[in-house]
């Protein structure tokens, strides 16, 4: 009698300890709404920038700025388009730039355009055919995001008789 007792305690608890597990397997795999929502504003890209240009680049330069550590505070974590002037260099490998982080106060690469996004962020520049990489100018340096395989910094194609999107992204913010 003692053991069927026993027993029956035994896969109560077994039984109640893996509903829980269940229940707690649910919960982790959805997010918190916020955080869905977050992902959805980073993804409004600043697609309304549009070209007149037969050859070259164009796009969004943005910003993002604040305390963006998830769960992501929309409040301080902002991300918005700017105002910049924005540098068109031939490729450039990490080894051509004086390099801190994500800034370079020197480029030994031959500048071979500069334009000025709007106020909306919008830019577009006419370009020969040809491999190049972006800066944008902020706080006194050249800034730059991403590298490709090959060590080329923000590169950007540009291919015969089309135009290229392609927005930058400046990211001061700690995540």
């Not at 604040?66 to 924005?86: E, H, M, S, W």
């Not at 491999?131 to 590298?147: A, N």
Request: glycine residues 4%; hydrophobic residues 30%; positive net charge.
């Amino acid at each position: 009698m003692k053991i069927r007792f026993f027993l029956v305690i035994i896969l109560a608890l077994i039984f109640s300890c893996s509903q829980k597990t269940t229940s707690l397997k649910k919960t982790e795999t959805k997010q918190p709404p916020e955080i869905n929502k977050t992902k959805q504003q980073e993804k409004i890209p600043f697609d309304y920038c549009t070209s007149n240009i037969k050859q070259g680049l164009y796009g969004c330069c943005t910003k993002l700025t604040g305390d963006c550590q998830l769960p992501r505070d929309t409040n301080r974590c902002k991300f918005y388009a700017v105002k910049r002037t924005i540098f068109i260099y031939e490729a450039t490998t990490m080894k051509q730039a004086s390099i801190h982080g994500y800034w370079c106060d020197q480029i030994k690469s031959k500048l071979v355009a500069q334009t000025e996004s709007d106020n909306n962020g919008c830019f577009q520049i006419e370009l020969p055919v040809g491999e190049y990489s972006i800066f944008v100018f902020e706080e006194g340096k050249y800034y730059f995001l991403t590298t490709s395989n090959n060590f080329v910094i923000n590169r950007a194609t540009v291919d015969s008789n089309k135009v290229t999107k392609r927005g930058v992204r400046i990211k001061i913010a700690s995540d």
